[in-house]
Nanobody, 124 residues
């Protein structure tokens, strides 16, 4: 199970830190990622922490503003979101993939486990 938290309603330029705690297994060897879905839109990739190397990857729209990190001892992945914009408004979901390859990392259908999502609303 994945439990996401940390969402909220903020103003443009504010920051939020999302957390996602994984339970029911060990996830240190899995890729942990964040996706988001705005009303009427497809679920889109935001950021990933790669399973074997810990390398991080970002969508172009958040690069330089968002930072993904993980604490394997706590089975937790974080998303630090700075300089938030109204277009960042969405439900943010954490996801875990155990057998991803790099070419499929940005596709939500490649992931094995999903959290319930946490709402982020950014007003101008």
């Amino acid at each position: 199970q994945l439990q996401a938290s940390g969402g909220g309603s903020v103003q443009t330029g504010d920051s939020l830190r999302l957390s996602c705690v994984a339970s029911g297994g060990t996830f240190s060897s899995a890729t942990m990622s964040w996706f988001r879905q705005a009303p009427g839109k497809e679920r889109e990739f935001v950021a990933a922490s790669w399973r074997s190397t810990g390398n991080t990857y970002y969508a172009d729209s958040v690069k330089g503003r968002f930072t993904i990190s993980r604490d394997n001892a706590k089975n937790t992945v974080y998303l630090q979101m700075n300089s938030l914009k109204p277009e960042d408004t969405a439900v943010y979901h954490c996801a875990v993939g155990r057998r991803l390859i790099l070419s499929t990392m940005r596709s939500h259908v490649s992931y094995d486990y999903w959290g319930q999502g946490t709402q982020v609303t950014v007003s101008s």
